[in-house]
């Protein structure tokens, strides 16, 4: 078992940057892939990016590559999605993930946190 608890989410202005991190706890974190998505309102949730276990390979949607880094620090059982260039339509409810096998662009993950909000105003 997984416990995953995103924080970092906020209310910024277009152009503005955002880290989200996630904290896992339980089972070895260095084991899994890890994943964000997103999900607006009225709208289905989506991939953003995603991470191999040991942060070798990493993964984005098309809207985000250039703006969005996601990376991983094993020893604290962290992961991050450093956020730049905030535009409005990023706005939505960030979650991360947490899979036993490799990173996938689908939500087909084990675990999942809570969720964190990110607001971008233009």
């Known amino acids: 078992q997984v416990q995953l608890v995103e924080s970092g989410g906020g209310l910024v202005q277009a152009e503005d940057s955002l880290r989200l991190s996630c904290a896992a706890s339980?089972?070895?974190?260095?084991?899994?892939?890890m994943g964000w998505f997103r999900q607006a309102p009225g709208k289905e949730r989506e991939f953003v990016a995603a991470?191999?276990?040991?942060?070798?390979?990493?993964y984005y949607a098309d809207s985000v590559k250039g703006r969005f880094t996601i990376s991983r620090d094993n020893a604290k059982n962290t992961g991050y999605l450093q956020m730049n260039s905030l535009k409005p339509e990023d706005t939505a409810v960030y979650y991360c993930?947490?899979?036993?096998?490799?990173?996938?662009?689908?939500?087909?993950?084990?675990?999942w946190g809570q969720g964190t909000q990110v607001s971008v105003s233009s």
């Open positions: 993930a947490a899979r036993r096998r490799v990173a996938v662009t689908t939500p087909e993950y084990d675990y």
């Open positions: 339980g089972r070895t974190f260095s084991s899994y892939a």
């Open positions: 991470i191999s276990w040991s942060g070798g390979s990493t």
